[in-house]
């Protein structure tokens, strides 16, 4: 039957590629499909995101018969014979010595080769000895999750499936999880024949293998595509230089002697200090979204949860406030168990610096990798301490911004007068003002309820909470004057461009969407500083 087309070339040798007519083999697949989309429909099989089910079924419901023939060189042999005397066709697992119908023993076997899907899914048993019962076929047959891409559902994911089924009666796995398409900065997807490829081994050199595996993990959603470029490896990085150095500073100050006991037996409400009562709280808070999300498949949530905890919770404040009872059987105890915890809870996320570390503190077993995940102790978990010190945590943030923003130097002490008529507000204040007064840097504090307001003072609001905190001697009067009189008619300048702009019906009209929604959020931004700043030349007057 003569047909019209265009002849294609290679696209890299741009040799012509014509069509060729052969016999081919096919596979019979409604019969192999029909299984294989019951254990979806009753979820015995899950996609992880879960909208890729509806590809998955969408296909195989669909399904045409598979032409399993491929002309190259490499592959298994498709096992047909053809008798060369009477034209038989003999399909056998071994040669035959003769054909069976003319006795001729003038054979040939089918040039072709089998698909690569055809072979590949028989990958889930085959490695494992089938067709024989192995030990391994036993022990790790089936598993559990498919890690895999989106454009593999049909070509591999649905065909292992079906091969499971037919020939070990049961699904390779339960859980399927669709990873994204790596691309780079402008949404291009990385190809070696593009070349804007990131080389791994570049990155590891460079940054570490750590850093590439968690920056990875930390910035890929669900099913997202992650746009990747060499910078968004520096959060890696400095995450894995954090734990390093905190654990550095953890063994360097560890007393081996006082840590030997069971964490729950020695944990007493009464007798620990807040900080310890709240960075257990947190740990475990922190291991039980761990779990949730890594069973939800939310690998980034889990990673994003503990980088959360470890930075910000138990280094910029646990370790923090640490440093002066450090000696204190208490805070050795519970300093060494959060980060051994710490660890065994981070290794999947970065294996390689979380061993070195483990080996270098007490453990047990020989390593990290084969430890137990560490065990949910609900109990040790406290909500009035979470509480408590989420109130401190919001008072030393508010007095170290508005230092910051009357640029009071770091090493100067201050006075701060707190001001609230909640008395249980006073009490927790009362009872914890030694961690205000470390880490705001605060020489003298008052906590009261009737407080008046300082002459020349700046002032914050914390909650109930009123702040106040004098700056005679604090500041150079004059030349702050200046410098935010300086300031705010800059912030003017910007706001008369601004706003001229956007009475521009020419620009208006011109100018893309987000692009004028950007320049209203810039106005409002320049509005609101600019207000900032006469609020605080006032309080310099």
Known sequence: EPHRHAVAHCYRCHTMVEPRLSKQWFVKMRPLAKKAIEIV?????????????????????NIKDWCISRQIWWGHRIPVYYCKTCNEVIVSKVKP???????????????????TWFSSWLWPFSTLGWPDKSKDLEYFYPTDTLVTAQEIIFFWVARMVMAGLEFMKESPFSDVYIHGTVRDDTGTKMSKSLGNTIDPLDIINEFGADALRFSIISITAVGQDVFLSRQKFELGRNFAN??????????????????GVDLCKFYDKDKLQLKERWILSRFYRTLGKVGEHLDAYKINEAAKAIYDFFWHEFCDWYLELAKSTFSDENTQVVVYKVLEKSLRMLHPFTPFITEEIWQAIPHEGDSIMVATWPHMQKQLIDKKADKDMQLLIEVITSIRTTRSTWRIEHNKNIDAYLKTGNTKTIDILDKNSEYIKRLARVEN???????EKPEASAAAVCGDIEIYIPLEGVIDYEKEKTRLQNTMGELIKRLDNTSSRLKNKRFLQSAPKEVIEKFKATKEELKSQIKKLKSNLKSLE
């Open 41 to 61: 429909k009753k979820k015995k099989l899950k996609f992880h995101p879960a909208r890729w089910t509806k590809v998955y079924l969408n296909w195989m419901e």
């Open 445 to 451: 504090l008052k906590i009261e309820k009737g407080i």
């Open 242 to 259: 954090k734990v390093w150095n905190a654990s550095r500073l953890i063994q360097t100050n560890l007393d081996t002697s006082k840590i």
């Open 97 to 115: 010595e003769q054909c069976p119908e003319c006795s001729s023993k003038s054979i040939v076997q089918d040039e072709d080769v089998l698909d």
